[in-house]
């Protein structure tokens, strides 16, 4: 192992026990073009905002991460995370009422779509509905409405955290994490993008949502690792797993890191585990249930993949990144005017 100082610390390899393929998109050049135009038409970020925005590669990620989707609904996936995304950046710099009211606006256009504020949130959000639900199964859809209010709850209980200047244990920031972070959205899509709707009985029995459950974390807390040195430099360090194993658990930054290594790879093998004793359903259904699996495990190795392809977590770094796991600390930014953002 390289020998790092104390402004720098070690990723654990994820990729070395991670046991999925990846593959990508073949539709991502038009499809990622066209969601990407039709985001940024409505200039609702920033300039600042957007030039980041753009430099995180969002349609790169869906092309990782739904690599199965036919062109119509690989197109709609990147609208979803594009639309995600932007929520994200407003709700980031809102307290716990404002990032509610945000995310009331993304919910309600979602679930209704005679409802209509006149906002551009609002807009764009029934836009996208519109082209989900042409081809989307009706307990899909419900079942991502869901999603969409445990998120937009989870934000704003993120919203207030930071306000107080709080960082939760671990056992409830690992719950809270699975909604703020949108995983199980986007978790959501992946039956709308193979053109399946799986009933509830599977969806919810206790073995198919222990694979779901590994899944989500496998995402959150590799997020979490990749993107610490990002929100360290911005000052945004209460809602990552990072800060809380170290609070909680006492850790230094480099035990953090080794321990996010051993806890991914548990996470492995309860999926696995899970995935071998997955009950029967019938023929159809479990073609349908494996179906899901390949998407489950497609998001895991895509989000690996896109983590060092996108300029996002390392920047221009990244493939050096990759080659060595060593991350050399960004000095913290002066906070800037938000004046910009109004």
Same mark, same amino acid.
């Not at 979602?110 to 209509?116: A, H, K, P, R, V």
């Given at each position: ?16 026990? #991670? ?17 990407? @135009? /039709? ?17 995180? $590669? ?13 062109? @119509? ?12 995304? *932007? ?13 509610? $009211? #945000? &995310? ?13 504020? &006149?906002? *551009? ?15 989307? $199964? ?26 107080? &200047? ?12 699975? %909604?703020?972070?949108?995983? +199980? ?5 992946? $039956? ?8 509830? @009985? ?18 959150? /807390? ?20 990072? #800060? ?5 658990? &006492? ?46 495990? *497609? ?6 993949? /896109? ?15 990759? +080659? #060595? ?15 910009? %953002?109004?």
């Amino acid at each position: 192992m390289a020998s790092v100082s104390s402004g720098s610390f070690v990723l654990p390899d994820l990729h070395a026990v #991670t046991p999925f393929v990846g593959s990508f998109n073949p539709h991502y050049p038009a499809a990622a073009s066209e969601s990407s @135009e /039709w985001i940024n038409s409505y200039r609702v970020l920033s300039d600042k905002k957007r030039a980041f925005f753009l430099q995180g $590669g969002s349609e790169l990620l869906c092309a990782h991460a739904y690599s199965y989707a036919d062109y @119509e609904r690989f197109r709609v996936t990147c609208d979803f995370v594009n639309l995600l995304f *932007t929520v994200d950046e407003i709700s980031d710099d809102q307290n716990g009422k404002d990032a509610y $009211g #945000t &995310g009331l606006i993304f919910y309600n256009s979602m679930s209704n779509l005679d409802y209509d504020d &006149g906002t *551009t949130l609002c807009k764009m959000t029934k836009e996208f509905t519109a082209r989900l639900l042409k081809h989307c $199964g009706p307990l899909t859809y419900r079942r991502f409405v869901k999603h969409c209010k445990d998120y937009i709850e989870a934000v704003a209980k993120e919203a207030e955290l930071r306000e107080r &200047g709080e960082v939760l244990d671990l056992a409830s920031y690992q719950i809270l994490r699975r %909604e703020n972070s949108a995983v +199980r959205f986007c978790f959501g899509l992946a $039956g709308y993008a193979l053109g399946i709707d799986l009933p509830d @009985e599977v969806v919810e029995h206790p073995t198919f949502m222990a694979m779901h459950l590994a899944t989500v974390d496998m995402v959150c /807390w590799s997020n979490d690792l990749y993107s610490y040195n990002m929100e360290q430099a911005m000052g945004h360090t209460g809602n990552n797993v990072m #800060t809380v194993l170290m609070q909680d658990k &006492g850790l230094d930054l480099q035990g953090a890191a080794d321990h996010v290594g051993v806890h991914f790879k548990n996470l492995i093998d309860t999926f696995l585990e899970a995935k071998r004793t997955l009950p029967t359903w019938g023929k159809k259904i479990d073609w349908e249930v494996s179906q899901y699996i390949m998407a489950m495990e *497609t998001w895991v190795i895509g989000n690996l993949n /896109w983590s060092f392809e996108t300029q996002r977590y390392f920047g221009h770094a990244r493939h050096e990144i990759k +080659r #060595t796991r060593v991350v050399h600390l960004y000095p913290r930014r002066v906070e800037e005017s938000s004046d910009d %953002e109004n």
